[in-house]
């Protein structure tokens, strides 16, 4: 590939704008178009080096980073930017608020600038995927090869709505990552108060992150959401957010369900894991599981797909055009394992539609019970 994605690299500090500049052109498809010490800087150069992709700091003179993101929106508003913020209660809050001005994503800065191993792995850890996958041309050309099943024509699971009927739905587990936050505030806040099932939440965070993603959504939310604590129970109206660093799980426990936390190893290179969840889920829940994949870079949540489908439960995907990043929605999609891939602003109205159903079969019940 002759072409390169071009990134400008934004941030008051020499020694971060060159740990970055020597990082990322470790890559052999990234090259590193400019460079600025603060905001005003930055959107001098924009029109000059042409980027495909910005990295820009929270926290500069003269123009912070979330006033350089509002006149980036303004001037280019489909130009890529990466968030870097401190993995602090401060740098969360910033995070969020820059994220809800259009941030398309966002890394947290090396611990430890000193020990510079360690924020080599970091940035190729953390950034540089993410710069790959949000220059949209770049993700275009390398679309990796999808995991392989039977089409759905072949595929007797693929029908099974329309010869089993409605399934009762007890759980709703959604995995999200990259454009999660926007995503989730979509969704939720359009649930009421009284929806009927409870919903477990694994979106890639780190600690810290999870807490501020769960109290900003409460806010915005009719039902409740919390970041999960061990040993909590799942109840209808209620969603729980799996905490940054920790792999979230669901035990059966006489009538109730409740909240497992570990730190086992990574799963997909993350914790929490969408597919420990996903399983943990299924192994509970079975056919009754309806699973929901939502924008996010990799193919987390995948093989749990695969497993909620196999035992008969059901899942639906974000399709590409409103997703920020069509990795693990759109790896769920081309495996043939969603039973609707959906626009995000139609995901909410699919959610009730189904669990409503466990509603009026209560109700039903209740009327044959008084005749």
């Known amino acids: 590939m002759t072409r390169k994605i071009r990134v400008l690299i934004v941030d008051d500090s020499t020694v971060i704008r060159r740990l970055l500049s020597d990082t990322l052109t470790m890559d052999r498809d990234i090259e590193i178009a400019g460079s600025a010490a603060n905001g005003k800087i930055a959107l001098a150069?924009?029109?000059?080096?042409?980027?495909?992709?910005?990295?820009?700091?929270?926290?500069?003179?003269?123009?912070?980073?979330?006033?350089?993101?509002?006149?980036?929106?303004?001037?280019y508003p489909k130009l890529p930017v990466?968030?870097?913020?401190?993995?602090?209660?401060?740098?969360?809050?910033?995070?969020f608020d820059a994220l809800a001005k259009g941030a398309n994503d966002y890394v947290t800065k090396p611990a430890n600038?000193?020990?510079?191993?360690?924020?080599?792995?970091?940035?190729?850890?953390?950034?540089?995927p993410k710069v790959k996958a949000l220059c949209e041309w770049y993700a275009k050309l390398n679309t990796t090869e999808v995991y392989q099943r039977q089409s759905v024509r072949n595929n007797p699971?693929?029908?099974?709505?329309?010869?089993?009927?409605?399934?009762?739905?007890?759980?709703?587990a959604i995995g999200v990552s990259t454009g999660g936050p926007n995503a989730l505030a979509t969704v939720l806040p359009q649930l009421s108060a009284d929806f009927p099932v409870p919903i477990v939440i694994v979106q890639h965070m780190p600690p810290i992150f999870t807490k501020h993603l769960a109290d900003r959504l409460d806010q915005a939310c009719q039902i409740k959401v919390k970041e999960a604590e061990a040993g909590e129970t799942l109840r209808p109206g209620t969603a729980l957010v799996a905490p940054g660093g920790m792999h979230m799980i669901v035990h059966r426990k006489g009538t109730s369900v409740t909240v497992g936390l570990n730190q086992d190893p990574l799963e997909n290179f993350c914790r929490p894991a969408v597919d420990v969840l996903f399983r943990s889920v299924t192994e509970v829940f079975g056919a009754r599981t309806l699973a929901?994949?939502?924008?996010?870079?990799?193919?987390?949540?995948?093989?749990?797909?695969?497993?909620?489908?196999?035992?008969?439960?059901?899942?639906?995907?974000?399709?590409?055009?409103?997703?920020?990043?069509?990795?693990?929605p759109g790896v769920v999609s081309q495996a043939n394992l969603a039973d609707r891939v959906l626009p995000l602003?139609?995901?909410?109205?699919?959610?009730?539609?189904?669990?409503?159903?466990?509603?009026?079969?209560?109700?039903?019940?209740?009327?044959r019970h008084l005749a």
């Open 45 to 75: 150069k924009i029109p000059q080096v042409n980027p495909d992709v910005i990295t820009l700091d929270m926290e500069m003179p003269e123009m912070d980073g979330i006033s350089t993101l509002v006149e980036i929106r303004k001037l």
């Open 82 to 95: 990466i968030m870097f913020s401190t993995l602090t209660e401060r740098g969360a809050h910033a995070t």
């Open 113 to 128: 600038v000193g020990s510079v191993a360690e924020a080599i792995n970091n940035v190729q850890t953390d950034l540089t």
């Open 157 to 172: 699971r693929a029908t099974r709505d329309l010869r089993l009927g409605p399934v009762r739905i007890d759980v709703v």
């Open 292 to 328: 929901t994949v939502l924008t996010g870079m990799g193919r987390d949540g995948l093989l749990g797909c695969e497993q909620i489908r196999d035992c008969g439960g059901t899942v639906i995907a974000q399709d590409e055009a409103t997703s920020v990043v069509w990795g693990m």
């Open 345 to 367: 602003n139609l995901i909410a109205g699919e959610l009730i539609q189904r669990t409503m159903r466990n509603k009026r079969q209560h109700e039903e019940a209740g009327e």
